[in-house]
T-cell receptor, first 113, second 111 residues
């Protein structure tokens, strides 16, 4: 059981480039989330989805886009990368029970230079 | 505006003793509180949670205490073990099921 899989694990982007961070879960969870973690800070919610075809903004959505065409996949798109987007990105999923928490992927470390 | 705060960036505890990690929140609409543990180069893993209708939840060596009037929760680890060395995040959720995280506390267990 793979859980939540994120690719790539590391990436260096030049300012203005675009990329897609991939996230796949095999637990048939309806809820999926994208967070970013900056040094010394907690995780900030970028976007989330409560099911296929439904997405909504979190706390820090600017500069990002998402789609949810299937239950399993929740890719995060960065358009026109900026140095402020240098961060570690975590994808997570849950079945919706609040007391059981999220299952997180291992993260993507992105550097924009 | 930091709705969930962990004011201690780091904590060092001797092996076998009790570790106490603290967390404060400001939003009275939070109904559920969770603790996550994170090792380097890994994603956070769920540790323990508590509903706002309770004041204590225990799971093995881990106990979470909730003081709603003070908007404060804490995680107790007894006895502390070297494998407990990690960054611990507290998180809070409202009915929208979105988690808001604190900044994290780095716990180091010394032999």
């Amino acid at each position: 059981n793979a859980g939540v899989t994120q690719t790539p694990k590391f990436r260096i982007l030049k300012i203005g480039q675009s990329m897609t961070l991939q996230c796949t879960q095999d637990m048939n969870h309806n809820y999926m989330y994208w967070y970013r973690q900056d040094p010394g800070m907690g995780l900030k919610l970028i976007y989330y989805s409560v099911g296929a075809g439904i997405t909504d903004k979190g706390e820090v959505p600017n500069g990002y886009n998402v789609s949810r065409s299937t239950t399993e996949d929740f890719p995060l798109r960065l358009e026109l990368a900026a140095p402020s987007q240098t961060s570690v990105y975590f994808c997570a999923s849950s079945y919706g029970g609040q007391l059981h928490g999220y299952t997180f992927g291992s993260g993507t470390r992105l550097t924009v230079v | 505006d930091q709705q969930v705060k962990q004011n201690s960036p780091s904590l060092s505890v001797q092996e076998g003793r009790i570790s106490i990690l603290n967390c404060d929140y400001t939003n009275s609409m939070f109904d559920y509180f969770l603790w996550y543990k994170k090792y380097p180069a890994e994603g956070p893993t769920f540790l323990i949670s508590i509903s706002s209708i309770k004041d204590k939840n225990e799971d093995g060596r881990f106990t979470v205490f909730l003081n709603k009037s003070a908007k404060h929760l804490s995680l107790h680890i007894v006895p502390s073990q070297p494998g407990d060395s990690a960054v611990y995040f507290c998180a809070a959720s409202d009915e929208a099921q979105k988690l808001v995280f604190g900044q994290g506390t780095r716990l180091t267990i010394n032999p």
